[in-house]
């Protein structure tokens, strides 16, 4: 049965915004999270300075859906334990590097990861087919690079957590150098100026623990209603007729690496 003490709702599309205030360990472009629809980049010192007024650090918050999870991301630097949800994988992905991920647990092996990645020699696949020659999200030599990333990352057989932070380093990688609006419902007829360079893979900006595990879930928000136990509940459902999946759907490819059957000029799943 639910326990949900008390209900914070600010209008918005299914996201929340980045991590508040400078952190000592912070790569300065390290923060910086996917281009998303609804990000509450600008609204995140309202939307703490309204968790913190009803509720004391450390207290038990969930936010249903948590998109990129910047919301998330910025509760658990102020101290607050979170419980994050959504029904995409990518954004599950996201969810558990910057919530559920505590940074003292996998920063050296992270980091190792990443090392070992940043050597894997290019090698053109499904992605650079798929998102790169039939469609133009990325240029052929950056999909290169990605699909040789990925399957490498399928190849280590990592642990969740970790597994979930390299594959965050990777999406935020490849979002710094594509050819698009925002969305991947269309890219642009000429290469953007950013696809043309190279993609670097940056760690994360993963959070210390705050004392009590946080957690990522993926699932139906309706259908996880009735599991959660929290002080406050955060709620930023979509409020339109457009899909999050479809809008974002070389994530959620590039995070399953399922290589699913494409339709469409944009080549959604």
């Not at 918005?12 to 980045?18: I, L, R």
């Not at 020659?133 to 490498?152: C, K, L």
């Not at 380093?169 to 609006?181: F, G, I, N, Q």
């Amino acid at each position: 049965m639910s326990d949900f003490r008390s209900v914070v709702r600010i209008g918005g599309d299914g996201d929340g915004g980045e991590g508040a205030g400078a952190l000592p360990w912070r790569h300065e472009s390290a923060a910086r999270m996917i281009k998303y629809i609804g990000s509450k980049r600008a609204l995140l010192g309202h939307v703490s300075a309204a968790v913190a007024s009803v509720l004391p650090q450390g207290g038990r918050v969930c936010d249903l859906f948590s998109g990129t999870a910047r919301v998330g991301h910025a509760l658990k630097a102020k101290g607050f334990q979170l419980w994050s949800n959504d029904h995409n994988a990518y954004a599950h992905a996201l969810a558990t590097a910057y919530v559920q991920v505590d940074r003292e647990v996998w920063i050296d092996r992270a980091e190792a990861v990443l090392a070992e990645l940043r050597a894997v020699k290019p090698e053109a696949g499904w992605f650079t087919q798929t998102f790169c020659r039939d469609a133009r999200y990325f240029h052929p030599d950056n999909g290169a690079r990605i699909d040789a990333v990925r399957d490498r990352i399928e190849a280590m057989e990592l642990e969740p957590e970790l597994k979930a932070v390299v594959l965050v380093s990777l999406m935020e990688a490849a979002d710094r150098v594509d050819s698009t609006a925002g969305v991947q419902m269309a890219y642009m007829k000429q290469w953007a100026p950013r696809a043309l360079k190279p993609l670097e893979l940056r760690l994360p900006d993963l959070l210390p623990g705050v004392g009590a595990p946080c957690r990522a879930t993926q699932g139906d928000a309706v259908e996880m209603a009735d599991q959660v136990e929290a002080d406050l509940v955060y709620l930023d459902p979509p409020y339109n007729q457009h899909s999050y999946l479809a809008n974002y759907h070389c994530w959620e490819s590039l995070v399953l690496w399922d290589r699913p059957e494409t339709y469409g000029i944009a080549n959604k799943r």
